[in-house]
């Protein structure tokens, strides 16, 4: 089991820019593809983005395509979502994902997915 913190949330005016960071606990950070979800009020949760242990695989949602950058860092147990361009329905809580590989992360829904982070909130105001 990993746990994981999520920081980084605020509010920001639309066309600004946020990062979010996720710290996971452990010595097996290197193990775990990571993810990025966000949940509306209302809404289901729903994909941003993921990378895969190495880095070398990386995918991302279409709503966030080419505005949202997801990196990590394996020395720091971190993964990063920097977030640029940012509109009002970017607004969401966000939550940190980490699973055995990308693959999960990509295609099982998220209720069946296990590890999660507290979650951080995204105001982006108009």
């Known amino acids: 089991q990993v746990q994981l913190v999520e920081s980084g949330g605020g509010l920001v005016q639309a066309g600004g820019s946020l990062r979010l960071s996720c710290v996971a606990s452990g010595r097996t950070f290197m193990s775990y593809a990571m993810g990025w979800f966000r949940q509306a009020p209302g809404k289901e949760r729903e994909f941003v983005a993921a990378i895969s242990w190495s880095g070398t695989t990386i995918e991302y949602a279409d709503s966030v395509k080419g505005r949202f950058t997801i990196s990590r860092d394996n020395d720091k147990s971190t993964v990063y979502l920097q977030m640029d361009s940012l509109k009002p329905e970017d607004t969401a809580v966000y939550y940190c994902?980490?699973?055995?590989?990308?693959?999960?992360?990509?295609?099982?829904?998220?209720?069946?997915?296990?590890?999660w982070g507290q979650g951080t909130q995204v105001t982006v105001s108009s």
């Open positions: 994902n980490a699973e055995k590989s990308i693959i999960i992360i990509m295609t099982m829904e998220w209720t069946k997915l296990h590890n």
